[in-house]
Nanobody, 115 residues
Framework: QVKLVESGGGLVQAGGSLRLSCTGS????????TSWYRQAPGKQRELVAG???????RYADSVLGRFTISRDSEKNTVDLQMNSLKPEDTAVYYC?????????WGQGTQVTVSS
């Protein structure tokens, strides 16, 4: 059974940093497309950053230059380094893995940025 577990969320002041990590079991990240999404209250879930099937990265315009996605094939993890955080980054962040024409999601981790 595929399982994704996120960690690293929390409360931080504006301008601070957080690092989110997603660990997968029963699924190989190097063979899948991995991404981070977020959902703020009252808003739709949106893509924050991800790896394409070709291995390149893509970012939402709102986080470009501040967030960095990375992955460790041996540990089967995908991380999201978030710097220069803003109050508008406050949301629940979800790890997403796309494999076998199926989307798998983690339970989400809360990120709150205070002004």
């Amino acid at each position: 059974q595929v399982k994704l577990v996120e960690s690293g969320g929390g409360l931080v002041q504006a301008g601070g940093s957080l690092r989110l990590s997603c660990t997968g079991s029963a699924i190989s990240f190097p063979l899948a497309t991995t991404s981070w999404y977020r959902q703020a209250p009252g808003k739709q879930r949106e893509l924050v950053a991800g790896f394409t099937s070709g291995g390149s990265t893509r970012y939402a315009d709102s986080v470009l230059g501040r967030f960095t996605i990375s992955r460790d094939s041996e540990k089967n993890t995908v991380d999201l380094q978030m710097n220069s955080l803003k109050p508008e980054d406050t949301a629940v962040y979800y790890c997403n893995v796309h494999r076998w024409v199926t989307d798998f999601w983690g339970q989400g981790t809360q990120v709150t940025v205070s002004s």
